[in-house]
């Protein structure tokens, strides 16, 4: 019986060296934020990354991450992107707007210009939660985001589409 060929995968390898990330940095609850943008930058320099293929975009509040991601994945420079934030539940309905529109917005980044875009923005019910997850005892989200980005950017350049050249010169010969 002929043998059963096995699926073969295709895996983002988690090495940075020569690829080009992006960060855009809330301001806005900066003891956090600073936290997660630390271990960000140190993942990506752990896996190889130089200093000078990382470059950080500061932004007042999560709201404004979207736009400045998006903005930095059309320059065509960055491999990867992170977006770091970090939002806590207010009084009032603020807190739903901001997560609503900074998650949507990242997501329609990434989708309208095929840069991966990580979305690493804390949205949490209390100050205590936040700190948990920028050091203490629930890790690292900037350290993950880290990662994450090395792991897409190294699949997209995997499951990059063929160059548009090639696209054209296969209309031509189809005409
Ligand atoms: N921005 C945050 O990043 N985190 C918050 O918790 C937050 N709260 O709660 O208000 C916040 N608001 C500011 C917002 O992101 C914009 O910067 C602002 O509305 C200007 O557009």
């Known amino acids: 019986m002929a043998e059963k060929r096995q699926p073969g995968k295709i895996h983002g390898e988690l090495t940075a060296r020569g ?13 956090i934020t600073d936290r997660l943008l630390g271990a960000a930058v140190d ?22 991450l979207p736009l ?7 320059t065509g420079k960055y491999d990867a992107l992170i977006a770091i934030g970090c939002v806590l539940r207010g009084e009032t309905a603020h807190y739903d707007y901001v997560c609503a529109e ?19 923005v804390l949205t949490c019910d209390t100050l205590e939660q936040a700190i948990d997850r920028a050091g203490l005892k629930g890790g ?10 090395i792991e897409m950017a190294q699949l997209s350049r995997k499951l990059r ?8 010169a296969k209309k031509a010969r189809h005409k």
Do not use: H, Y
């Not at 900074?102 to 690493?120: E, I, K, N, Y």
């Open 102 to 120: 900074t998650s949507r917005g990242l997501q329609l980044a990434q989708m309208d210009t095929g840069v991966p875009v990580l979305f690493c």
């Open 43 to 64: 993942a990506l320099e752990r896996c190889g990354a130089q200093s000078n293929d990382v470059d950080v975009v500061p932004v007042p509040g999560a709201f404004e």
């Open 68 to 74: 400045t991601a998006k903005k930095m994945a059309q």
């Open 19 to 31: 690829l080009r990330f992006g960060i855009a940095a809330s301001r806005f609850n900066s003891f």
């Open 161 to 168: 589409p063929p160059a548009t050249v090639n696209n054209s």
């Open 140 to 149: 690292n989200k900037g350290l993950e985001a880290g990662l994450a980005a």
